[in-house]
């Protein structure tokens, strides 16, 4: 069975940086496409960036085009998402997925 463990939340100032984690077990990350999406209380939730299996191509949403950066790192089968510059409209429940199989979704929260 495929799981996906998110790590790396946590409090940060407006300004600031956290990168996250996500572990992927029963699967290698190579063979399948990983993204992150995010949900704000009230809002649904977003795709903001996803990594491909084969050629490691990255997508990013606009709102975090430039400040977010993934990257894979296939022997530990871990999706990591730099996020820098980061602001108040980023506090959210961060998620990693792949096809049907989420994350747990670890809390990021940017204070002003």
């Known amino acids: 069975e495929v799981q996906l463990v998110e790590s790396g939340g946590g409090l940060v100032r407006a300004g600031g940086s956290l990168r996250l984690s996500c572990a992927a077990s029963?699967?290698?990350?190579?063979?399948?496409?990983i993204g992150w999406f995010r949900q704000a209380p009230g809002k649904e939730r977003e795709e903001i960036s996803c990594i491909g299996s084969s050629d490691g191509s990255a997508y990013y949403a606009d709102s975090v085009k430039g400040r977010f950066t993934i990257s894979s790192d296939n022997a530990k089968n871990t999706v990591y998402l730099q996020m820098n510059s980061l602001k108040p409209e980023d506090t959210a429940v961060y998620y990693c997925?792949?096809?049907?199989?989420w994350g747990q979704g670890t809390q990021v929260t940017v204070s002003s």
């Open positions: 029963g699967t290698n990350r190579g063979d399948r496409a």
């Open positions: 997925q792949s096809h049907s199989y």
